[in-house]
């Protein structure tokens, strides 16, 4: 639906008026009307002129009061989800992934930072959010379908790290980003820690419930370096909530949803981003936002061929006489 | 025929006599150079800047009104945070950091306002000290890294804090700045009362339990002690002190005026090319030409060459006069009129 800009510009739209009930052409008396022969085509030109200068200044008021198409925000379907981010930025984060004494120069935030980036980029219909947590949960950015403020959220992730890791606070603050979440999207949160920690009993009660509560798919995307523990390990250990095993069976306890991904380098982050990629396929109604569409170009256009039309009217009625020359 | 239109043509007004047609050519002329030329492209002020929240326990302190209620620094610095960000230029961006202990936590690196300004407001709104995670405060070391953020990032800082150092300042001063002076433009702001007030203490799950008494915050031995360190004010000298060291500008949030003009003073200086909407000029001047074409609504009815009279109700004929006519032809005038 096309809006303008300044409403009280179309009160000139009275302008038309005046353009109905004069156009310009000569008007010649006849002593009477009877002696004129009926002529339709006449009378339907005069109408036809009439109209084309009343329109004329309705597209110049239209064009004065600002027409424009948008910015609309339209129901659309396709691919997406509202997806929650909880990044550790503890101390941790900012060494290398080091494999076995081997160097690389970008440390684990900074690899997370840009694959979480690359995921983004490649789910366009998605609402995002960021929570990071050290010692305490920062949520950086709120569940927003503002693109450009989350990638400058996730970039901001790169930076030097925090104190130490609360994993039980940073999953339960992004759990619970989905509270205030309409409903109707598919919810995934994806977890990005170097280790894991001890939860205490009760944030275990308040993330079990969190995570019925907003139906969340969650994935532990563990970045795992040197002679850190794996993900997978034998039973006698897996309880152990210190370990990532045991923080990984502590989650499957949660939903049949959850997948848990080590990575030992970047391009196993990128690799389990694809594979989270692939599984959060579900269709979800999103709302995109059509940029704005100044249509007062249009509108003068408009107007000049419905002025042109009438000049060449009153040229036509009136023959091309020669310039007044001075005799 | 031939006299008729010898005679019609003395009598007529012509095109080139006739003011309406040159108005409606003016207005066509109007609108079509409206239409072709080429847009006005305008400097427009515009700023990047970044805002650093102090949220370290002093900032609890409720020595502020808001709306008329006691409200903590926190909550004055969001508004000011908030007013800001509202006040900007579209096409400036905004970024956002919180501290406390030694290190700002950037939220989101600065972004363009208008766009996303929904998102940026709920989380200025989201600020909150139980996103800290550390009870110390150390003002000048903060201030030294979010110069270098700040740097790094390409923008202004205003950095919002009370100034209170938890632990006290030790005699070593102030780090050392000579890195980054003058680097970065921007503001330090002053937030809270000016007279002492006692500050809310919380425990393990952020309930409030009292205020903090003396003793409870513990003084470096190397510390200037003053004995007041459970008590918070905002420590102007100090923050003045900091703001000349580092070449930024200092202003209290109570001070008279406007944050932005504030700190417009002391922003960088710069601009984004933005095109002009002046299509509306054209298009009012048009509007006019073509309305004052129409006037006077009556136009002088022409009489007949027959001199028969004026007719009461004047019709528009089309009167396709020309040599190559046939008279009788649609629109034409009745040959019986022609003579008197």
Known sequence: ?327 | MAGHSRRAQRHAVTAWQDRGFWLRAAALLVLLAGLWLPPVVVSRPICVVTAVLDITLSMNVRDQILDGVPASRIAIEKRAARALLEELPCGSRFGLAVFVERQPFLLFEPVETCANFSALDQEIAAVDWRMGWDSESHIGETLLASLQMARKLGSDLVFMTDGQETPPVSWDGAPDFSGVRDSVRGLVVGVGGRAFSPIPRYDTYGREVGVYRAGDVPSETKGLFRGREHLSAVDEPHLRALAAETGLGYRHLDDEGDLLAAYREHASPLTRKDRLRIGWVAGGLALILTLSAMLPLRQPVRRAPAGCGAARRPVTTWNFTGPSRKAGGPGTVPASLERP
């Not at chain 1, 929570?131 to 959220?153: C, E, G, K, Q």
């Not at chain 1, 992004?174 to 409903?183: E, H, K, T, V, Y």
């Not at chain 1, 999207?185 to 920690?197: E, I, K, Q, Y």
């Not at chain 1, 709302?287 to 009438?310: F, K, N, Q, S, T």
């Open chain 1, 1 to 327: 639906m096309p809006r303008v800009d300044h409403p009280w510009a179309l009160l000139l739209l009275a302008g038309m008026l005046p353009a109905m009930l004069g156009t310009g052409m000569r008007r010649q008396g006849f002593a009477s009307l009877s002696t004129v022969p009926q002529d339709m085509v006449s009378a339907w030109l005069d109408r036809g002129l009439r109209a084309l200068a009343a329109a004329g200044v309705a597209a110049m008021v239209l064009g004065v009061a600002g027409l424009h198409d948008g910015p609309l925000g339209v129901e659309r379907t396709g691919l997406g989800a509202h997806v929650v981010v909880a990044l550790d930025r503890s101390l941790s984060m900012d060494e290398a992934f080091a494999l076995r004494g081997e160097k690389s120069g970008e440390s684990k935030a900074q690899a997370a930072s840009r694959m979480l980036a690359a995921f983004f980029a490649r789910r366009p219909h998605d609402s995002f959010g960021v929570v990071a947590f050290s010692t305490s949960p920062i949520p950086a950015m709120p569940l927003t379908a503002h693109r450009d403020a989350v990638s400058a959220s996730i970039r901001a992730m790169a930076r030097t790290g925090l104190a130490n890791t609360d994993i039980g606070a940073g999953v339960s603050m992004g759990l619970a980003q989905f509270d205030r979440d309409p409903p109707g999207a598919a919810r995934v949160l994806v977890l990005v820690s170097d280790g894991a920690g001890a939860i205490p009993e009760p944030t275990r009660d308040t993330i079990r419930a969190a995570a019925q509560r907003s139906g969340a798919h969650i994935y532990y995307l563990y970045l795992r370096s040197g002679d850190d523990p794996p993900l997978a390990e034998d039973a006698d250990d897996s309880h152990d909530l210190l370990r990532p095993a045991g923080l990984d069976s502590f989650f499957r306890t949660l939903g049949d949803s959850y997948q848990g991904f080590e990575a030992r380098d970047a391009g196993a982050i990128e690799a389990a981003t694809r594979r989270i990629d692939a599984l959060e396929t579900r269709p979800m109604t999103y709302r995109e936002l059509l940029p704005r569409r100044d249509l007062d170009g249009l509108c003068y256009g408009v107007a000049a061929l419905c002025l042109g039309i009438g000049l060449l009217a009153q040229l036509a009625e009136r023959g091309i006489p020669p310039l007044p020359v001075r005799q």
